[in-house]
């Protein structure tokens, strides 16, 4: 959950230097900051799963082979990959209200979940 951690530290901090934001605001935002740093791991913990050293950059079953948890462990392949896709969808309508402007956020949370590395 490390990276999750960074994801929404990353977000918290462009809410702080934002002076003077709607705390409501700042509260959707870290809503959708908690999704899709989950929701990053569960893709993380899929791809473990699903992919290869190669395209991973790193040893592929590494949490398996070190008695991990994981989300395909947890809830099957099946379920994880609908966890990733619950996750997202409450991250998108975390930023409800936002308009277009927050388009690129809803891109991040897609690609989140469709990454292959």
Known sequence: HKTGALIRASVKMATLAKNGL???IEEQLDQYAKCIGLSF???DDILDEISDT???GKTQGKDKNNDKPTYP???GMTGAKQKAQELHERAVQSLSGFGTEADTLRD??????????
Do not use: G, M
């Not at 991040?108 to 590395?117: A, K, M, T």
């Open 22 to 24: 709607d705390p409501a």
């Open 41 to 43: 791991q569960v893709q």
């Open 54 to 56: 190669a395209t991973l």
């Open 73 to 75: 462990a947890l809830l």
């Open 108 to 117: 991040l949370s897609l690609y989140i979940i469709q990454r292959s590395h």
